[in-house]
């Protein structure tokens, strides 16, 4: 389905519109499934979170929630790659919870995203990570967000932050250093 056909149906769901999230459904839901699957497929641990359960429980945070005014395809997935980012950091401060663990080795921002329970500490050093450079810089921490937790492609960050894909580029280099730094300083 073409993206204004989405966008469309997000407007009119957002109005109220029962078919129209009806239509939807599907749509996104298959999309959030593929991202949850991208993150999750680096990890073999048996009781690790599972992508159904993953997309299952972002789906119905996005639809029990008050309803916004979705302004593109782009908004719509930004939201619900910010809510798996939750999701997933909840999962790990659960994990961690029961599992208490120490010695953290310095870690990269490849590793941290892999949602193990053995590598919760890291995803919540993440989340810490994440908001120390929205504070900083919001910008930057919303494109790691987007093209990390979101799966969104340089071109897709681009369009849905309204900057050139030579800006997503150099700033994606630039917030993965600072995060690099700030993860591996944390775990020292």
Known sequence: MPQNDVTQL??????????????????????????????????????????TALVHEAYL?????????????????????????????DHARAQRSQKRGGGAAPVTLNEAISFAPERGADVIALDEA????????????????????????????????????ATISRETRMAEAWLYRELNRTSE
């Open 130 to 165: 994440l908001k120390a450079l929205a504070e900083a810089d919001a910008r930057k921490a919303k494109i790691i967000e987007l093209r990390h937790f979101g799966g969104f492609s340089v071109e897709e960050t681009a369009q849905a932050l309204g900057v050139s894909v």
């Open 61 to 89: 945070r996005l639809v029990n929630q008050n309803l916004p005014e979705w302004q593109s395809r782009s908004h719509f997935f930004g939201i619900a790659a910010h809510l798996m980012r939750q999701i997933l950091v």
């Open 10 to 51: 997000l407007l009119d769901w957002s109005k109220g519109d029962k078919d129209a999230l009806d239509q939807l459904t599907p749509l996104v839901y298959d999309e959030l499934r593929r991202l949850a699957g991208s993150y999750l497929r680096r990890e073999s641990a048996p009781d690790m979170l599972q992508p």
